[in-house]
């Protein structure tokens, strides 16, 4: 039965391209399933499954499909420049790997190329970081989103949109469709991941300009659209343009598919009926009726098989996933993956070490993504636990000067931590101790406010204000396009979970932690402006905020700072190795501005708003700045020198560490196994 229906719509294919004269452009296209040769181009992991569905993506992660028709379409009339009036209707089901949680989504595409140098993710193949919203790209696109990015102003995880050369929607709603007319409907709600089929249909009428998008459970098109958006596709289109689908995924995975799909310039595209499409056979639902046609006593036999698997498994490899990890879900990688991406965490892998743990360089197996995994070792599992929840919500964060985390995992004690890779490694390689490359005034001027971007978003641009505590270079990493990237955002709370309640402990990097911090046990937006106003100064003076090396009045760089501005030679401590090549407005800006977030008094720093809006020169600095109160470190801090190793004071400068404060004593402690963890990490 299913043999003769392949053959039949086969047939009906061969019966189609013949009708199609091969050298002249068909204006319709129509597919009831995608059998027969060289019907669609397909890229990346996209693939026609044997009865006929097209498959964009499966739920592997960071992945493209895209598929368009073979040869390019005519889209505009080319003696008036005008776009044509096109329709187009296609039945898709999103079957997510997890329930309800999407990743990322498709897209119904008519671009200049069939080869799009594109990205996964959130950039659903269609484009990417660079070009994303770029006249030149000459792009239209539906997306069926199933995830919010920040980035784009995504209304939500189950959005339709209309994307015009870029991802951020020029109209977005979310999923449903209207029942009734135009002025009494009722608006019925969809869910993309379902995994049942979705019908739309995209409409463009050139006379009005007008784009309509449509969805319905059914084959019967709703009278009312979800989006109806005035536009102009005309200087979008070029002569030219390739029509098809993309779809990716991200972390988060989905099945993709295209079961049919209908197409026609200047006129209405021949109408789907579901019922006669190609079916996703029986998707993974089965487990329940599995489970209940088994007898009761082989059921009892499967419990009794699975507890020995689980027994077994436990004591062989301990690497048990907890229920509790199940419920933060998707973010989890397998350790055997991450063992295999890192070549079993050898040390050729290693990027580096300190600031909690250990960096290796890797490539994910599925995706040939290139990542770094830091391997963190922790006591306490009640704070792993807290902190994972933490991690994975806020992994979400999504900006473009963040290092994006991809994923974690647990084993044992040890926590994973998944991050893209950053191929310019951190800044403080470009700063300190004869670095083999320079970066110029421009390029850290640039790199600076990018942190500063990142920072405000931290405290300002998510639902809740997220604290980085570890504000450092070293922790500021470089991409490809040496654009500044903050790392390790709200790493540091892992540590401040103390195991006695009485005790906090707090954590940082000295020099660049705020005094208020050992004294109070608390971070605080204010405590990261600070540690920004250590980074801007050694950004401009290329050194470090501590100096251990210097002569005494030099080792608190803020104090050498403040002291030559007030002997008005503030520029004489601009890193040499610029060569004086610098605009001068500019460092003295970002000196002053070094300056006033290291004011002692917490009120009296400016905000990371305030920051941005002086870097962007929007608001100019005061003319003279008051003596920052208490500028660096009185209390816990002069004892706490004393009571070190001159070497080991070198190391402290530039690693992270914990301090337990405790309540009633009058001097903050330091964690000593913790930083002998990391002091020996340091020396490697
Ligand atoms: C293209 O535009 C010209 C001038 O407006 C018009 O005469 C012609 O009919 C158009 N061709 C098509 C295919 O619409
Ligand atoms: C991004 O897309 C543009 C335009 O398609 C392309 O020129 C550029 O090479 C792409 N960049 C990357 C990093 O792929
Ligand atoms: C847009 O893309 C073109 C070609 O890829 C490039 O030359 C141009 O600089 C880009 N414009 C912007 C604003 O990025
Ligand atoms: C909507 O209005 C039309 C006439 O304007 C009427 O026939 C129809 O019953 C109405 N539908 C609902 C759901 O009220
Ligand atoms: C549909 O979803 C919206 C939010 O997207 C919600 O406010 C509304 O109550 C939902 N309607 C129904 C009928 O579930
Ligand atoms: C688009 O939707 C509007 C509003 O319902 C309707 O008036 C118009 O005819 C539709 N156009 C197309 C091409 O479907």
Redesign the pocket.
Known sequence: MANLNMLLQQFLHVLLFLLIPVSSQPNQLFYDGFLGSNIMSLRGVAEIESNGILKLTDDSSRVVGQAFYPTGLRFKNSSDGKAFSFSSSFALIIFPEYEKLGGHGLAFTIASSKNLKALPSQYLGLLNS??T?????HLFAVEFDTAQDFEFGDIDDNHVGIDINSLVSIASAPVGYYTGGDDNSTKQNLTLTSGEPIIAWVDYDASQSIVNVTISESSTKPKRPLLSHHVDLSPIFEDLMFVGFSASTGLLASSHYILGWSFKINGPAPPLELSSLPQLPGPKKKHTSLITGVSISGFLALCGFLFGIYMYRRYKNADVIEAWELEIGPHRYSYQELKKATKGFKDKELLGQGGFGSVYKGTLPNSNTQVAVKRISHDSKQGLREFVSEIASIGRLRHRNLVPLLGWCRRRGDLLLVYDFMENGSLDKYLFDGPKTILSWEQRFKVIKDVASALLYLHEGYEQVVIHRDVKASNVLLDGGLNGRLGDFGLARLYEHGANPSTTRVVGTFGYMAPEVPRTGKSTPNSDVFAFGALLLEVACGLRPLEPKALPEDVVLVDCVWNKYKQGRILDLVDPKLNGAFNEREVLMVLKLGILCSNAAPAARPSMRQVVRFLDGEVGLPDELRKPEEVGYQEGFDEFMNSLEPSSFYQMSTSSYAIKTDMDARFPFIDTSLYTLHARGETR
């Open positions: 660079t070009s919203g770029n006249s030149s790209n």
